[in-house]
């Protein structure tokens, strides 16, 4: 019984919308160093120098379907068109963090 009640506490969260993607494992803090050190050049202050369109603004980001920490994560290890992949440079933990940092800054904006 208690897991039932647990499941509809969660569903309840992400159906309200009070549950955050940002909210997924991660340290942002972390994240922006290795960010800073491996996707700065083309995506300095959540631009994208190659695609401007395809930038890592939230909105951008919610229309892609990129707004999640596993869709962000999946496409820091697999890469997509001119984003190389970083699945073999980054450990597991990195893009964790790094995903973790990109969903934050998205959600303040990019300051």
Known sequence: ??????????LVFVILGLGHPADAAGDPDTGMKIFTANCAACHAGGNNLVIS???LRKKTLESYGMYSAEAI????IHGKNAMPAFGSRLSGTDVENVAAYVLQ???LGWP
Do not use: E, H, P
């Open 1 to 10: 019984m208690k897991n039932i009640v647990a499941i509809a506490f969660v």
């Open 73 to 76: 994560q999946y496409q820091i």
């Open 53 to 55: 369109s395809k930038n």
């Open 105 to 107: 800054q998205a959600d």
